[in-house]
């Protein structure tokens, strides 16, 4: 009898077992999703729209605001409003209403669209709509529509410095001003934020999802091949080739990764080479590595074309004394540089750049004839100095202040070019920024946690088998990269790293670059940790991603 | 290989689906120059837009290399792997050039392509878009993007 009950118990402990393991699993998967859905539904909706299950990293990180990931340079990388609001003013006399503010919700998605509402080329985009309230009913076609972004300048960082930019702000009430205007998806950093204006999709449907990112086995960044990884439709690959490409587009930029605002150039079918111009080195260890020189690196140069004069403007040291004025004194200096002896590297950290640039957009406008017709042409420009301001001395720095009075006063000349060269009442211009930047930690009080620490955090608690193989292959500030097969091997799961990465501590990821204060040491490093592929089904965002996702998504489904 | 990672699985796609008929090898080499100097021209206008792209080239720094040749209603698409690693069955879609609606490409009978070794596939082309109207194709495999095949550069003489 005593046996019979053994082998009872037995019978039912080997039949219990996996029903008790299934519901660990998700006791632990539970948790996961309570801890993700305990962040602001906006952070989660915006981390979704900028998710790819095949390009994206596999876990998500996400700290409490103000706290950030990052190492190095001050990065401007998450969910959070402080780099995902930016500035959104659409101008244009005749075709854009004066108006000043209005304060309905938009996102960069809806550029593109609207872009098309003005030539004429209605443009179902994946994620985004036509700005129809900006627009003067009736009015006809442009000559011109200019794209100009202010590489960095979110809306908080115009808000530190709200004195700074009163050439903007006095043309809002001639133009439609969106107050409530955001990136749209997370992490918002150039490439992909780009490819969004100029797809009208975010990077969940455009396919950029990180300047880091995965393709089969290799994490490369996304514009190694040119614009081969870019697998949406750009406005402007629709409309030159719709238009036989008599339009005159082009992009006078910086580097490769912004020119996903305009288009896929020769590789789109029917298309042609669009003008190109940057000035990016090539192989750079980084991405947005600049050189002096205007140029096209070999990914992208096959597709697009480099007009052959634009190095024979005057060079950037010709704007020397333009920059050392700016900042109030004409010592030969610009805050840290000394521009006398400034190498032309150092100069790209002066407004020097402005005018520099700026110099070349009336050479391109006036010798490629933009605007000359009646075809309406696509202008895109990036100036990027506020943003290496940001990365470089924060946003909270007297540089940034002078960086965009600088970039503010210029906002005349452009004005003055397109006026010359397209004439008065011939033209667009949508004026926005990419992201904003992250506070100082000294202003923010943010504890910053270091990617390294991260990984190593993972391995020494994870990684046993003493292989070579690493379970890590990267951080970033809001991903982490999983071999998944090593991690396999070491007998774990996402969800167990992810729920350990939850108890581990500030103090415990600290870099040391910014050192955590010793009264936060104790606190969770992270208010959230998941499986990226938890994203679809967390109870928070059912209902809501519809509403606010995509309304086409390109993702494949053919396995 | 390092496991497939799941695709969100909506996508506008078009219906009609043309039986291939496809042919034999002998596939064009295609891909473009460009050594990124200058132009020297500046032309007020742009050339015309290719309407003929019939081969397409994918390469890949992990070692893939593929490609695609439109034959008649159908395509053959030939994968060589050098990667290491076995990959995962091959698909395709393609946007169309004027509009960007994406449709995916059934390649016929896909399966895995062993390393070191090249495999060629039957492929299903939808009616639309036509050739004409392909604005780009896209390699799949295990159903994660690739990224696009190169087409015809103009002045390839395609």
Redesign the interface.
């Known amino acids: 009898m005593r046996l019979r009950w053994l082998a009872l118990a037995l019978a039912a402990l080997v039949v219990a077992a996996p029903t008790v393991a299934l519901t660990q699993e998700q006791g632990l998967e539970q948790r996961l999703m309570e801890a993700a859905c305990s962040a602001p539904g906006e952070l989660l909706i915006r981390t979704w729209r900028g998710h ?4 994206s990293g ?1 876990l998500e990180l996400l700290t409490a605001e103000p706290d950030f990931v990052g190492h190095g340079g001050l990065p401007h990388s998450g969910p959070w409003d402080y780099v995902g609001m930016v500035p959104l003013f659409w101008y244009g006399p005749g075709f854009i209403r004066a108006q000043g503010e209005v304060g309905r919700p938009v996102t960069l998605a809806d550029v593109a669209p609207t872009q098309g509402e003005l030539v004429g080329l209605p443009f ?1 985009a994946p994620d985004g709509a036509p700005l129809v309230e900006a627009l003067e009913p009736g009015a006809g076609r442009p000559k011109l529509v200019v794209v100009v972004v202010w590489d960095g300048a979110g809306r908080d960082v115009l808000a530190a410095w709200p004195k700074a930019w009163p050439e903007l702000r006095s043309m809002i009430d001639q133009g439609t001003w969106f107050e409530r205007a955001e990136v749209g998806s997370s992490p918002p950093s150039t490439a992909q934020i780009h490819a969004t204006i100029g797809t009208g999709a975010f990077s ?1 449907n455009h ?1 950029l999802v990180a300047h880091t990112l ?5 994490l ?1 960044d996304p514009w ?2 040119g ?3 870019l ?3 750009t406005f402007a ?2 409309y ?3 238009e ?3 339009p ?1 587009v082009g992009t006078l930029a910086t580097v490769a990764i912004q020119l996903g605002m305009m288009s ?1 150039g ?8 669009d003008i190109a111009v940057l000035r990016e080195r ?1 192989g750079a260890a980084t991405l947005g590595a600049e050189g002096i020189t205007w ?4 990914n992208v ?3 697009y ?7 024979d403007l005057p060079p950037i040291t010709d704007y020397f004394d333009e920059a050392d004025r700016q900042d109030g004194r004409s010592d030969g200096r610009w805050h840290e540089v000394q521009l006398d002896d400034a190498s032309a590297e150092e100069a790209l950290l002066t407004p020097a750049r402005i005018p520099f640039q700026t110099r070349l957009i009336e050479e391109v406008v006036d ?3 933009f605007g ?1 017709d009646d075809v309406p042409d696509l202008l895109y420009v990036n100036y990027k100095l506020i943003d290496e301001i940001g990365h470089k001395f924060s946003m909270n720095s007297a540089p940034m202040r002078d960086a965009i009075e600088a970039q503010d006063a210029e906002l005349p000349a452009l004005v003055d070019l397109l006026n010359e060269h397209v004439g008065e009442g011939n033209w667009v211009m949508a004026l926005t920024a990419d992201h904003g930047h992250t506070p100082d930690p000294a202003v923010s009080g943010a504890s910053v946690i270091s990617p390294p620490a991260v990984a190593e955090a993972i391995q020494s608690r994870f990684d046993t088998d003493d292989d070579d193989a690493r379970i890590v292959e990267f951080t970033q500030p809001t991903h982490v990269f999983v ?3 090593e991690m396999g091997q070491n007998g774990a799961t996402l969800d167990e790293i992810a729920s350990y990465l939850l108890t581990v501590t500030k103090g415990e990821v600290d870099g040391g670059q910014y050192p955590v204060s010793p009264d936060a040491a104790d606190e969770p490093a992270f208010l959230a940790v998941y499986p990226s ?1 938890m994203l ?1 089904d967390l109870p928070c965002l059912q209902g809501k991603i519809p509403d606010h996702g995509s309304k ?8 | 290989m390092r496991l497939p990672r799941h695709l969100p699985g909506r996508a506008r796609s078009r219906a009609a689906i043309v039986p291939a008929v496809v042919v034999a090898l002998g596939l064009a080499a295609c891909t473009s120059g460009g050594d990124g100097a200058p132009d020297e021209r500046s032309p007020t206008t742009s050339p015309p837009p290719v309407t003929s792209a019939e081969s397409y080239v994918f390469t890949d720094a992990a070692g893939i290399e593929a490609r695609l040749t439109l034959r008649g209603e159908g395509a053959e698409l030939t994968v060589r792997n050098d990667s290491g690693g076995v990959l995962p069955k091959p698909g395709l879609f393609v946007l169309d050039a004027r509009d960007g609606v994406r449709t995916t490409w059934r390649v016929l009978d896909a399966a895995p392509v062993p390393d070191g070794e090249r495999a060629s596939f039957e492929v299903e082309r939808s009616l639309v878009p036509e050739a004409r109207h392909i604005g780009l194709v896209v390699l799949l495999l295990g159903g994660e993007d690739f990224g696009a095949f190169v087409p015809p550069q103009p002045g390839d003489g395609a």
């Open positions: 790819r299950a095949d390009r596999d179902d969940r396919g995965r393709i089969g086995d290799r490369t190694e091949s614009s081969r990884y697998t949406a439709a690959d629709l030159d080739r719709h036989g490409n008599r005159i896929h020769s590789l789109w079918g029917g298309g042609d080479r090539e140029n096209l690196t070999s140069a096959p597709y074309r480099l007009p052959a004069y634009v190095n010798r490629e004839g000359e071999d998944l097969d592929s679809e086409g998504l390109v993702a494949p489904d053919q396995g």
